[in-house]
């Protein structure tokens, strides 16, 4: 069975200092995977996702993420956080089966300081 | 593209009630999901659809819970006999479905038993 792990329960960083939220699977064979932001009370909204291809993806919001398969992570990077990004961040996994469902993280939450 | 819909955003209710949610889809996405988040955890997988079919349920959808989708489009998911234990984020979730690996999210419904 898949399992995701986000080390970091939280994080607080100044507005405009870069980020990196860790982000480490288990799954047998290559992964999706997936970034997600939830706001307060709110539904979750995709970041970015890896199928196959470039290790390096590009998300919306100047979001990026690198898959490693050598260290089994699929880390979150932004090089200048903004206050409106202060939300909670799920990595998550999905399974190459007939269902596709996803296996979540337990999430990051990320405070910024003015 | 009106995105995922759910209604209702929040219901509170007594122990021993039933409830029901309702999600609507985003237009021609045929694979429909749900899951429910527990606060300060990441999503958990319920069970899923393939139009009208429901293809997998998980361990943690007991007995009291039951969903459908009649006609491949909107889904229900009812609980009976709520318990505490019961009070949760309940969100669904649809993609195209073959394929097709990233979901789209709704708002959620915040279920509150007292």
């Known amino acids: 069975a898949q399992s995701v792990t986000q080390p970091d329960i939280h994080i607080t960083v100044s507005e405009g200092a870069s980020l990196e939220l860790r982000c480490n699977y288990s799954y047998g064979a290559t992964p999706y995977l997936f970034w997600y932001v939830q706001s307060p009370g709110q539904g979750l909204q995709l970041l970015l996702k890896y199928f196959s291809g470039d290790t390096l993806v590009q998300g919306i919001k100047g979001f990026e993420a690198e898959f490693k398969r050598s260290q089994s992570s699929f880390n979150l990077r932004k090089p200048s956080v903004h206050w409106s990004d202060a939300a909670e961040y799920f990595c998550?996994?999905?399974?190459?089966?007939?269902?596709?469902?996803?296996?979540f993280g337990g999430g990051t939450r990320l405070m910024v300081k003015p | 593209d009106t995105g995922v819909s759910q209604d209702p955003r929040h219901k509170i209710t007594k122990r021993g009630q039933n409830v029901t949610f309702r999600c609507d889809p985003i237009?021609?996405?045929?694979?429909l999901y749900w899951y429910r988040q527990t606060l300060g955890q990441g999503p958990e997988f319920l069970t899923y659809f393939q139009n009208e079919a429901q293809l997998e349920k998980s361990r943690l959808l007991s007995d009291r819970f039951s969903a459908e989708r009649p006609k491949g489009s909107f889904s229900t998911l009812e609980i009976q006999r709520t318990e505490q234990g019961d009070s949760a984020m309940y969100l669904c979730?649809?993609?195209?479905?073959?394929?097709?690996?990233?979901?789209?999210f709704g708002p959620g419904t915040r279920l509150t038993v007292t």
């Open positions: 998550a996994v999905g399974a190459r089966n007939a269902g596709n469902m996803l296996t």
């Open positions: 979730a649809t993609n195209l479905g073959r394929n097709s690996y990233e979901q789209y």
């Open positions: 237009s021609e996405h045929n694979r």
